[in-house]
């Protein structure tokens, strides 16, 4: 507390500062604010509870309220400041985590190993995207869990998976999925560098 107030008293004067009190669902914050309010003035002042998650949205308010619109970093006509490449296999590595979470949690990356557009790739008379992608693991254990009986779970990745990019890129997609096994690729510097993850 005395530490607080010491802050309080040296608080930039020259920019807006917005106080918050947690905990409002346990005690009124109506003191402290008082309290604070005479070491500084105050931009705003909301009581929230983190926990209920009550008066976020009215501090997500008063925060954009303060924060003056800058000049736009990409040109209007850029949808992502990232490579339809990268996208897709965050894509995929995101249905893998949804579809087996509690399974295999963080144990599997996504390595595009072919992407081309439908200027370079022709599947069957039709202009598609092609995609061929690596789904790593750790263990063997884990890679028949990826797999599914049958096929079936990988069958469920790859489906979601299509849909999702299909849906970003306004492209049909042709997307081919295998899975390899690396042991130990998360502790791999040389696995983590070509992963991206380095």
Not at 140 to 148: D, E, F, L, S, Y
């Amino acid at each position: 507390m005395p530490d607080d107030l010491d802050l309080a008293k040296n608080l930039p004067r020259n920019i807006p500062v917005i106080l918050v009190a947690n905990k409002s669902d346990k005690a009124n914050p109506e003191k402290a604010f008082r309290l604070y309010s005479e070491l500084h003035d105050f931009s705003a002042k909301i009581p929230v509870s983190a926990l209920h998650k009550r008066g976020l949205d009215e501090l997500l308010a008063a925060i954009m309220n303060f924060i003056p619109e800058g000049e736009a970093i990409y040109d209007p006509e850029i949808l992502m400041d990232t490579t339809e490449k990268f996208m897709a296999s965050e894509i995929i590595r995101e249905k893998i985590l949804m579809l087996l979470r509690d399974e295999v949690p963080h144990c599997v990356a996504v390595e595009i190993d072919e992407y081309k557009s439908p200027e370079e790739f022709i599947e069957r008379a039709h202009r598609k995207l092609y995609i061929r992608a690596s789904l790593i693991t750790e263990t063997t254990g884990q890679k028949k869990i990826v797999i599914g009986d049958k096929g079936s779970m990988i069958k469920k990745i790859g489906a979601l998976s299509r849909e999702a990019i299909e849906q970003v890129t306004g492209l049909p997609v042709y997307l081919a999925l295998w899975v390899k096994v690396i042991p130990g690729w998360r502790k791999n510097h040389i696995a983590l560098k070509r992963l991206g993850y380095a």
